[in-house]
């Protein structure tokens, strides 16, 4: 009985990631996948050193872009997702293959333009776009789909993460969508592959759905809590906390990583990169915000989702 | 300004192979890439023995389902129709990701039909389904995006027809879309194995345009032309010679082969399979009808397109 209620249900009822959840358990996933449904790439086998990885992205207007957004704009958004996923389980980005769906009535100069921006970003890490397919649809829909590669030792999932781990995140967050800076943003692979070559990370996601949301996404894989220090919390320009909390699209890297290895990370005396410790893993399960006069107050867990 | 004109063109007016003709030459082929946009999957580089093949297709209601298809046949089709371009290929499915764009009103029956769908093809077929993603959109669309792998040797693209090959296709074609077949396919996996392994083709294409736009697609490949056989093209119940020719969504296999092996595999005692023998490539460019009376006639070139 509770089964046929279920089934009655709209997908706004259950919100993105209850349907991704039933998603899971219905498809299951294939033994000889490492990591199926449930990271930022799927892990598959390729050889006895390296991992392939595999991961999609839909874009599609009114959602990830407007109908004022320039066509390289979101041409190189769509490309750049896929290639931040990637990063994210430490991996390099090779193949895509892109998926678009138009109105007839498009002009050429437009899908050049959203190729142009998808070639340029690609080229740039070093991705070749090696097919796809093409639509008749009433909505510009933009699926890349990514192939990428990853050393074993060097995968990085959602699920590592140990209590005592530090927190860290590659760069400023908040009012990415409200700016322009989902549309611009620099997918973090050089990063990644900084830490996962010498600091590797227990547990790594890109931040999509928001700081708060992402950081339950490893929490919950992980079986752990966390604790955010607000004022260590890196601010994009006009951003306000509840911003940097909550606000999708930032893109940056959100990471644990053991406390011992942290502190060289913090120490390093030329750093290439910038990285913001922002709180720490705890046993204690959901995530808890210490204010800057030391108060402990639970989060709320929310973020953007599509239902 | 011959440029600046055409950038005013619109999609419609190029047509969906004037379209991925200009992609194509716009996004350029990565040099790594075996094959990259032009073929039903692109061939990448995997390891000694074997290449990896990556394919996408993306569905969308009012052109490849209505909205009272049901959404298991959906998802199946989904499913099938990437399938059917490694088979062409002479690959084996491994791994699919699925995106989704769904309003948020649609209901958790029909979603959990459309992957229900998508799971029991693909399990058939050895296929995992590992990850994708699920967006807001105004119209249910989908996109699948899958892996296969391919033995260096069995790797068969569009561009080997020779003239003197034999042209076959593995079943009736014809109203597809009028009836219910583009829902019920089953891709020619085991067919496209059973070539490859013992009667290797030259090359191979799976019929979603049209006999006669697909063949088209491998002859521009190739540079050579064919005579078709009217009365050896096997018809679906219900078809005319018409229908066979130009009506898209058969998901048959479409294939050349040198005259001699053309020989063993007619005249196998007991085949697995029936391999209709429909025509010839010929060193004149074009495609040829020949009627039931021997004379000789120009095809129009057509077939479905979306724009």
């Known amino acids: 009985m509770a089964r046929r209620i279920a089934h009655k249900e709209k997908v706004s009822a259950l919100g993105e990631f209850g349907l991704i959840d039933r998603v899971r358990k219905l498809v299951g996933n294939p033994a000889s996948a490492i990591c199926g449904i449930g990271d930022d790439a799927a892990v598959l086998p390729l050889d006895p050193k390296k991992y392939l990885l595999l991961t999609a992205d839909m874009l599609t ?3 990830h872009f407007t109908n004022k957004t320039s066509g390289e704009a979101i041409g190189r958004k769509a490309i750049a997702s896929s290639i931040s996923d990637i990063a994210a389980m430490g991996g390099l980005p090779r193949y895509a293959v892109v998926s678009i769906g138009l109105k007839p009535s498009t002009s050429w100069a437009k899908v050049e333009a959203i190729y142009r921006g998808m ?15 093409t639509v ?39 009012r990415s969508l409200a700016g322009e800076r989902h549309l ?21 996601i890109d931040i999509s759905d928001g700081l708060v949301a992402d950081l339950g996404h490893i929490l919950a894989q992980s079986r752990t809590g966390a ?13 306000r906390l509840k911003d940097a909390l909550y606000d999708g699209e930032d893109f940056e890297l959100l990471f644990t990583m053991a406390k011992s290895k942290s502190w060289r990370l913090q120490n390093q ?16 399960r959901g995530i808890q915000l210490m204010t800057p006069a030391g108060r402990l107050k639970k989060a709320v867990i929310k973020g953007y989702t599509h239902f």
């Open 119 to 133: 070639r340029k970003i690609a080229k740039k890490f070093g991705t070749g776009i090696v097919g796809g397919d």
């Open 269 to 284: 005396r030329k750093g290439k990169f910038m990285f913001h410790r922002i709180g720490e893993v705890t046993k204690r």
């Open 184 to 204: 611009r943003f620099i997918p973090r692979v050089d990063q990644a592959q900084y830490l996962v070559s010498r600091f590797k990370p227990n547990a790594m």
């Open 227 to 239: 604790v955010l220090e607000e004022a260590s919390i890196p601010l994009n320009k006009g951003a």
């Open 61 to 63: 207007e009114g959602v």
């Open 136 to 174: 008749r649809h009433a909505k510009l829909v933009i699926n890349v789909a990514m192939i990428g590669e990853v050393g074993k030792k060097h995968l990085v999932r959602r699920n590592g993460a140990r209590p005592g781990d530090q927190i860290f995140v590659t760069g400023g967050l908040g």
